[in-house]
């Protein structure tokens, strides 16, 4: 046998090509994804979602539903209005509020009310309809101190234009005259979602090109009369929904739903992808967080399924210690390459390496032994990693097994095995 004909593969996974019924594909192997509700290919569920104690609220076209964390049951809620857009869910009190966005049918009115199973959905604020009223095309919502905000994008109704508005404000629910909401900012553009951070500062999620996730001072979210210039630039990334973990990190979905994030406020770099859809017919959408679990829910375009599920956020064991070790000032992310050798952040923490120094690599050795290889690597045998030796007689044709007699190309997978 000649010794350069054996090949070694050096693969560094992070396990985390975890796929349960067309769910989002979680970001670490030590992220979960449990299905919660599924609407089974009948309508989507994507704009609203709430939670009030063990009870999740979301709603899907016509209804809405509710799932019962403590018994792990779902069932209808409430019936709302036919072919409309659940968005902006909240619950004030006893109260349920809701948005709903008629998406489907020009001038795409809007309504805000309340919901409860008896009445279904009542409106106490609504777009106009007619040639020249002010119509709506609410997106998000979000509570501070008990009170409703949201965003929509407004326009005018006419003959010749009949598509989305693109004029992005932020509204404050006005309960004493709800058909007057008071304006908190003209963003211009197109709408995205807001969350409030515990101190009241107000998050926007521009899914305009170039302005990114912008943040406004409380105080100035009390007086308003803001503008896009008015905020400070957290994240420079195109964002749909926005949440907060309870260490203070900011989570947004990305790319129109592609991806879910989580992004460090302070320096605005992305410190890891939570979940990500597997392609375009696929996106997250709006999602809440309690504790260490968040809850979220995705829709598969084509068919038409909406569904909802529970990612457990725990952390790989040493993995906050590597990150304060390694990257005192800032981390840029575990999918960025600091030393450039070819392997992300997270890869060097799998594997052992050092994040920062080139040349500490994954290295693999072989000996042949009366015509037999015995491959060795190193680092090795580090805590809380498998390591899986695979062989296969082609490079490019095959699958990847076990390693025998016959194998002339060899890899070693490592994973997280806790």
Do not use: C
């Not at 992070?14 to 979680?26: K, M, T, W």
């Not at 509570?143 to 404050?172: C, E, K």
């Not at 008015?230 to 203070?248: E, H, N, R």
């Amino acid at each position: 046998m000649k010794t350069n004909t054996i090949a070694l593969i050096l693969t560094l996974l992070n396990a985390s090509a975890l796929y349960l019924n067309a769910a989002p594909i979680p970001g670490k192997s030590t992220y979960t994804i449990q299905e919660l509700d599924n609407t089974g290919e009948t309508s989507t569920t994507y704009g609203g979602l709430t939670k009030d104690g063990d009870i999740l609220y979301y709603g899907n076209y016509d209804t809405v539903r509710r799932y019962d964390l403590a018994g792990a049951t779902n069932s209808v809620y409430a019936a709302t209005v036919h072919n409309a857009d659940t968005k902006g869910l909240a619950k004030i009190g006893s109260t349920l509020y809701m948005a709903i966005d008629i998406s489907y049918d020009a001038p795409l009115p809007s309504s805000i009310g309340t919901v409860d199973p008896t009445t279904g959905f009542t409106a106490t604020f609504a777009s106009g309809t007619a040639q020249g009223a002010v119509t709506y095309s609410i997106y998000d919502a979000a509570v501070y101190n008990g009170v409703y905000y949201f965003v929509a994008n407004i326009g005018t109704i006419n003959p010749d234009d009949q598509q989305w508005p693109y004029d992005t404000r932020i509204y404050r629910y006005n309960t004493a005259d709800p058909s007057a909401p008071v304006e908190v900012a003209n963003i211009g553009g197109y709408s995205g979602g807001i969350a409030f951070d515990t101190a009241g500062n107000l998050y926007y999620a521009s899914q305009n090109w170039g302005q990114g996730i912008l943040r406004f001072d409380a105080a100035d979210v009390a007086r308003g009369g803001l503008t896009a210039a008015d905020g400070t630039t957290v994240a420079d990334v195109t964002a749909g929904y926005l949440g907060f973990l309870p260490d203070g990190h900011l989570v947004a979905t990305t790319g129109w739903g592609a991806s879910l994030d989580l992004f460090d406020i302070n320096t605005g770099a992305k410190r890891r992808t939570i979940a990500a859809s597997p392609d375009w017919s696929e996106s997250i959408g709006k999602f809440v967080v309690a504790g260490t679990t968040l809850y979220l829910t995705h829709t598969v375009w084509y068919p038409k399924e909406g569904a909802l599920y529970a990612v457990k956020l725990v952390e790989p064991a040493g993995y906050a210690g590597w990150v304060a070790d390694n990257f005192p000032a800032v981390y840029p992310g575990d999918d960025f390459d600091s030393d450039g050798d070819g392997f992300s952040n997270y890869a060097e923490f799998v594997a052992g390496t050092s994040p920062t120094n080139k040349a500490d690599v994954l290295t693999m050795n072989i000996e042949m032994t009366e015509g037999e290889p015995t491959l060795s690597w190193t680092p090795d045998n580090i805590p809380g990693r498998s390591y899986t030796l695979q062989g296969r007689e082609s490079l490019t044709a095959g699958s990847w097994g076990a390693t025998n007699a016959s194998a002339r190309f060899f890899r070693v997978k490592i994973e997280l095995s806790q």
